[in-house]
Nanobody, 130 residues
């Protein structure tokens, strides 16, 4: 059983910051692709930032590079998403996601496919006003 519990969403003005947290309960003897998937109204889901727990490699989409930082605290079973310089187009529901991906595939292409993520949290809303 895998449980993912998000916290930290809210409403901010453009230029502000938020930090999302995802506490996970899963087999800590394995390594996972984890990350944050954003669902904005009328748009497709996108994995904005991801991390491989077995080493900490990270990936992010171009629109959030330099503004969002994903990190992990293995001792606390928590993944974070620090979001700075928020923009109205960052608005959406943010889901913490997790998936058990074979290491050679992570080496080949990273944790970059939505198909990597079998487990989803309940989501936390982020609203950025102009």
């Amino acid at each position: 059983r895998v449980d993912l519990v998000e916290s930290g969403g809210g409403s901010v003005q453009a230029g502000g910051s938020l930090k999302l947290s995802c506490h996970y309960s899963q087999d800590t003897d394995s390594h996972y692709c984890m990350g944050w998937v954003r669902q904005a109204p009328g748009k497709e889901r996108e994995a904005v930032a991801t991390i491989y727990t077995g080493g900490g490699s990270t990936w992010a989409i171009d629109s959030v590079k330099g503004r969002f930082t994903i990190s992990q605290d293995n001792a606390k079973n928590t993944v974070f998403l620090q979001m700075n310089s928020l923009r109205p187009d960052d608005t959406g529901m943010y889901y913490c996601v997790s998936g058990n991906v074979v290491p050679w595939l992570v080496v080949a292409r990273g944790c970059t496919s939505l198909a990597d993520f079998q487990h989803w949290g309940q989501g936390t809303q982020v609203t950025v006003s102009s």
